[in-house]
């Protein structure tokens, strides 16, 4: 296996002394916002309205349709899924109706459709599915999930919540009419845009407050993990926050009409794509930022872009095209995944971000030697912050560690 980039974690265990040795890694990786490349998938031309990803970027979710609201056309469609990355797609068993949104838990096995024929949800990443007790003859624009697809919140004449993966529901107090939603990974942090405005919730959707932002038609919305950094597109410019929603600023991101936006989970690596306003029709360019919104660069791609969705690293990225030739496309970058250390008990908890490409741990006592092992010991992934998390004993002396693809 070739070595892409190794993470050094150099430890002093025995008395919790941290020592972390930047040495930049074996090779140079060129930073990924400035070598996309962008390749259509094998899914069918569809009006595909709304894409998902698992945190690794190797289960995918697509819906076609329209968008659900009483302004839009009716477009009936199927949802695909895909298990290697968009490589093939399958045919799911859900019906044939205009969808709208999709989302799915970290690991891909739960997800949720929504669009004018109710909620859906499924358990086995999409081969079937069931009609949820949601109010059908709501239309539906966009559902969001929580890392462990336990909490859904969906949004159209209304916001509803669901704690059980979707069995039951339950209409919150916020306002009616929205066009998207985002959701921390713990489900515990939302945020809703519309033509109303941009609101948060710090309690799961028990309380909503209005944010600062200014009065547009927002149309969309992404979250960082841990609900703190958000990314949210209006008819005129994209806006950015930095404190979960209590403000917003512009921040020199891409004043066109965007209909669809990411973010890693970090928020550092963001995706911006949609329409031009401008000229009144769709733009083929997609626009990334790998440092939270300070610069941006554009990537010509030919595509009508309707929806976007990226790996909880930022480096696997989705996105949906519809009207007549509509495809799905993917970019794939090469993960430079960094170790962070930190102290849990009277052991130290070695993590990094859930990867879009395979890695091993590895270990080794001694530098000058090439004595590199793979830690024995499988990574569990922690779903609150979706990095994978290995406990070191305190007891082990002096040890670093690299991440091997």
């Keep these: 296996m070739k070595l892409l980039r190794a993470s050094f974690v150099g430890m002093k265990v025995r008395h919790f002394a941290q020592t972390f040795a930047a040495l930049g890694g074996l090779l140079t990786i060129v930073n990924p916002v400035f070598a996309q490349t ?8 569809n009006n595909w309205v709304s894409v998902a990803v698992s945190a690794d970027g190797i289960k995918l979710l697509a819906a076609a349709g329209s968008r659900a609201g009483p302004f839009w056309g009716s477009s009936p469609g199927p949802i695909y899924t895909s298990a290697d990355s968009g490589a093939t797609w399958t045919l799911t068993s859900a019906p044939t109706q205009s969808w709208s949104s999709v989302a799915c838990s970290a690991d891909g096995t739960k997800a949720a459709a929504v669009g004018n024929g109710g909620i859906f949800t499924s358990t086995n990443s999409g081969a079937t599915w069931t009609l949820t007790s949601a109010p059908n003859t709501n239309y539906w624009s966009a559902v969001a999930s929580s890392a462990d697809g336990s909490k859904l919140v969906a949004v159209g004449a209304g916001v509803y919540t669901s704690t059980n993966s979707g069995d039951t529901w339950i209409q919150t107090r916020a306002p009616n009419s929205w066009n998207s939603v985002a959701s921390s990974a713990d489900g515990t942090r939302l945020v809703i845009v519309g033509c109303g405005g941009i609101y948060t919730s710090m309690d799961s959707g028990g309380n909503w407050s209005a944010t ?82 300070a610069i941006w660069v554009p990537h010509i791609v030919d595509g009508k872009w309707s929806s976007i969705a990226s790996s909880a690293d930022g480096d696997t990225l989705v996105a949906a095209a519809d009207l007549t030739g ?6 794939q970058q090469t993960p430079s995944p960094g170790l962070r250390l930190s102290p849990s008990a009277s052991d130290l908890v070695l993590s990094w971000t859930v990867p879009s490409m395979s890695f091993v741990l590895q270990e080794n006592s001694d530098l000058t030697t090439t004595n590199w092992t793979d830690v024995p010991t499988s990574p569990s992934l922690n779903l609150t912050n979706l990095r994978n998390e290995v406990v070191l004993s305190s007891t082990n002396g002096n040890w670093f560690y690299r991440l091997k693809h």
């Design 212 to 293: 600062d932002a200014s009065n547009q038609c927002w149309v969309a919305v992404a979250s960082s993990v841990d609900g703190t950094k958000l990314v949210a597109a209006s008819q005129w410019m994209t806006y950015l926050s930095s404190d979960a929603g209590a403000h917003w600023i512009s921040n020199g991101a891409p004043n066109w009409y965007s209909t669809c936006v990411a973010s890693s989970a970090d928020g550092k690596n963001l995706v911006v794509a949609g329409l031009d306003w401008v000229h009144y029709w769709y733009n083929d360019t997609i626009y990334t930022s790998a440092d939270s919104g």
């Design 38 to 45: 962008w390749t259509r998938t094998s899914a069918p031309s």
């Design 326 to 331: 509509g495809g799905i496309w993917t970019s």
